[in-house]
């Protein structure tokens, strides 16, 4: 069983519409999730971190997460044709640790 | 802007060769570096972390032998590719967390090629 696991996608959504990405997880003791999006060619770039169970909300971002299910998830509303990247999460244990990293799930917004 | 780059952006080898691949953290500070590895249309593996002042940590699999890892400074951490075969060929990616942070920043990647 992969530590972090996504669903590849493609994840095909219409232009303002909500894309609705998840993200499990293995390890209980993991204290800090990340969803990062990298372009096709480009490395990863940091769209949200949580820390603590609940919802974050950055702009168009929305982080949720649920350490007793293990369970963390990225919402985009309002997708927009730039939103089109692969989607990766995030996983760590402690600050400065290692990142483990999911799959990524592939999305693609259609105008 | 960037806070961590990496240089070269992008390399052509003949396989045999070894190739140096530089990350630097920009306005921090980094006593810890991370090296991953990502082939086309997968995601990226932790290949090992840098430490300031010690040896390098491996991940399971990899060859510390082939893949050296210098810590030079606080912010400078070094990846030498050593004898380069076709299969080496990857998007190789350094990242930092800054000031200790969860937080970690990713390079903007280099692009091995190897004839």
């Known amino acids: 069983q992969k530590e972090v696991e996504q669903n590849s996608g493609p994840l095909s959504v219409p232009e303002g519409a909500i894309a609705s990405l998840n993200c499990t997880y293995s390890d209980r003791v993991s204290q800090s999730f990340f969803w990062y999006r990298q372009y096709s060619g480009k490395s990863p770039e940091l769209i949200m971190s949580?820390?603590?169970?609940g919802d974050k909300e950055d702009g168009r971002f929305t982080a949720q997460l649920n350490k007793a299910s293990q369970y963390v998830s990225l919402l985009i509303r309002d997708s927009q044709p730039s939103d089109s990247a692969t989607y990766l999460c995030?996983?760590?244990?402690?600050?400065?640790?290692?990142?483990?990293f999911g799959g990524g799930t592939r999305v693609l917004v259609k105008p | 802007g960037a806070v961590v780059s990496q240089h070269p952006s992008w390399v052509i080898c003949k396989s045999g060769t070894s190739v140096k691949i530089e990350c630097r953290s920009l306005?921090?500070?980094?006593?810890?570096m991370f090296w991953y590895r990502q082939f086309p249309k997968q995601s990226l593996m932790l290949m090992a972390t840098?430490?300031?002042?010690?040896?390098?940590?491996?991940e399971q699999g990899v060859e510390k032998d082939k893949f050296l890892i210098n810590h030079a400074s606080l912010t400078l951490s070094t990846l030498t590719v050593t004898s380069a075969h076709p299969e080496d060929s990857s998007f190789y990616i350094c990242?930092?967390?800054?000031?200790?942070?969860?937080?970690?920043?990713f390079g903007p990647g280099t692009r091995l090629l190897v004839l």
């Open positions: 949580i820390y603590s169970n």
């Open positions: 306005d921090f500070q980094a006593t810890t």
């Open positions: 995030a996983v760590t244990q402690a600050a400065g640790n290692k990142l483990t």
């Open positions: 990242s930092a967390p800054r000031n200790h942070q969860e937080t970690q920043y």
């Open positions: 840098s430490n300031e002042g010690s040896k390098a940590t491996y």
